[in-house]
């Protein structure tokens, strides 16, 4: 199947695709082989620091070439970025999708990169997802303290004006680790639902939300699922593990392989649910 845009993947079954972040060459590894397994879509995804740090073009480039050889259709997506030089970086690169983050800008000025951003994408057949509402949290070390919830009507402005794939929505929704039982606003996920009609809806911030959060969140709308901060744990998680089950070796051979293994399966997990699971629990 391979690499298909951020637009064909979203259609492809009734749930919401899982959009997993990568960071180096065997948690991207882990990701496709995951979905692979389970023979599903996936969105293999880079948040645009990671990209721009030196050397990480390289990380981009696997990326594409593992989509690509998939067995199963793999989207390429460019998480959060601020800027628009990031987005036409990672289109050079081969990415099927980017996304321009302008969530922290005035609703004109979102538009206005929104839309420089879409005008150079579309023309190449490459996705956009853009975002409405700050969500709180870390994301790829830079802290938001305040959320600001996605307005309704800031919605159907933003979505008469531009062209995009997908709509990321803040509800209570966050990155990074949730500081005790996170809360979601269903309720203005179903208004903005009512409003944003064929734009897919996007939940960022999936570590830490439960099943029947998911479940509604899906039931409701949301088709991507993304899922950042849990491939970091089980990564870093299964290297440690793996490291002191024999400390003096240094393996480097198969903790990395352990980690990829790790990945795949939490990865596995989350597809399924997000798929088909959902719907037992609404
Ligand atoms: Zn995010």
Redesign the pocket.
Known sequence: MGLVTLKEILKMHDGAVGAFSTYDQYSAQGIVQGAEELSLPVILMIGSGPLNKPGNDYVGQIMVQLAKEASVPVCVFL??SKDDKTCLKAIKLGFSAVMIDGSHLSLEENIAITNKVTEAAKALGVSVEAELGA?AGI?DGEEVKQAKMTDPEHVEKFLSKTDVDGLAVSIGNA?GLYKGEPKLDFERLQTIAGISGETPLIL??GTGLTLAQFAKGVELGIKKI?IGTEVKKTYIEAFIDTHEKNVSSYDMVEIPQACKKAVAEMVKEKLEFFANGWRELV
């Open positions: 998480d959060h969500l994301e990155h960022h911030g993304n």
